[in-house]
Nanobody, 114 residues
Framework: QVQLVESGGGVVQAGGSLRLSCAAS????????MNWFRRAPGKGREFVAS??????????ADSVKGRFTMSRDNAVANNTVYLQMDNLKPEDTAVYYC?????WGQGTQVTVSS
């Protein structure tokens, strides 16, 4: 059974960068598009970015366009996807989740201080 595990969250000052990773263990997710969502305190879940199965098509939410980049590496053992987050803003503070094929990871906290 495929499990998704996120990592790379942390605390960063505004203007800084973080790189999130999501590894699929226990199977292969290379046939799935994968997505990043986030949930800020007191708010609903928000779509952030998605990438198709072979990595040549991406969609990024307007709120992060030009600052966040999603990529994937199907060559590694756990078919990892990444979310490179640059020029972070306090409003990017949230728990970030990856999802694929109806599965969700446990989330990783990103906190951006002003």
């Amino acid at each position: 059974q495929v499990q998704l595990v996120e990592s790379g969250g942390g605390v960063v000052q505004a203007g800084g960068s973080l790189r999130l990773s999501c590894a699929a263990s226990g199977g292969t997710s290379s046939n799935f598009g994968m997505n990043w969502f986030r949930r800020a305190p007191g708010k609903g879940r928000e779509f952030v970015a998605s990438i198709n199965s072979n990595g040549d098509s991406r969609i990024v939410a307007d709120s992060v366009k030009g600052r966040f980049t999603m990529s994937r590496d199907n060559a590694v053992a756990n078919n990892t996807v990444y979310l490179q987050m640059d020029n972070l803003k306090p409003e990017d503070t949230a728990v970030y989740y990856c999802s694929a094929g109806g599965l969700w990871g446990q989330g990783t906290q990103v906190t951006v201080s002003s």
